[in-house]
């Protein structure tokens, strides 16, 4: 299926779903962060004609990041009526959270509650509004190496671009009219102070996990490998203790 195809495709697929919901009209609410997977999921959201709220949550963010992110929130506003757009600065409720949590320090743990602290926003706003939350992790993320956090950027009511690798949602970018400035930048999580980005966490480029992901036999393989395992647990479903029925 080439681009336009699944543009098509994803953008009917939310519409049918937010069609199939009993609360009408739902608003489609989404994270803003400035990278390409968050830009391309809410255009798609905002070509449905559904009320689409797009929101940029900066927490300690690098500024250029955060730049990126408005810079995107402007593009949507001006190119559809339908979308509404907000930034919610949650620095002071990090700062308070990290102060309450000083005794249990960890720096990574730390970095998820970021992620953690924008999934309560969300909701927090899609219950207000009677929306969804519509998630923005790819298929190389979501279902190769696990690169999301549990319960954060994970929690999600509907995740249209799943299915797609980072290659699919960058050409799905450019057909969209998508500005340069995102779909050029180094993908990056957003959850920390530095500019560090997700290929220099994952040790591979997104291409290099693709190709691994398709083929076994790759160079990329091994290392592919050692980065998933440790992932797995948030891509299968909570184990459930289930009773015997005698």
Known sequence: ?????????ITNWIKQYA?????????????????????VTSTLC??????TIAISMPIKQNSSQHDLSIKHLDWLKNNFDNVKTLTIDLDKVFDSFSSLMKDFN????FANSRSRLRMITLYQVAQAKKGIVVGTGNKVEDFGVGF???????????????????SDVWN??????????IIEAAPTDGLWDDSRNDESQLGL???????????????FYNRYLKIREPNIHKMKPIPVCILPKK
Request: net charge negative.
């Open 1 to 9: 299926m080439n681009s336009d195809k699944k543009i098509e495709y």
């Open 19 to 39: 069609n199939s919901l009993i609360f009408q009209p739902p608003s489609l609410v989404i994270g803003v962060s400035g990278g390409i997977d968050s830009a």
């Open 46 to 51: 905002a070509k449905t004609g559904f009320k």
């Open 106 to 109: 960890n720096t990574l743990a």
């Open 148 to 166: 999301y956090t549990k319960y954060g950027d994970g929690g999600v009511d509907i995740s249209p671009i799943a299915d797609c690798t980072k």
């Open 172 to 181: 799905m970018g450019k057909l969209l009219g998508v500005i340069n400035e």
């Open 205 to 219: 480029t997104y291409q290099q996990i693709e190709e691994a992901m398709e083929n076994p036999s790759s160079k």
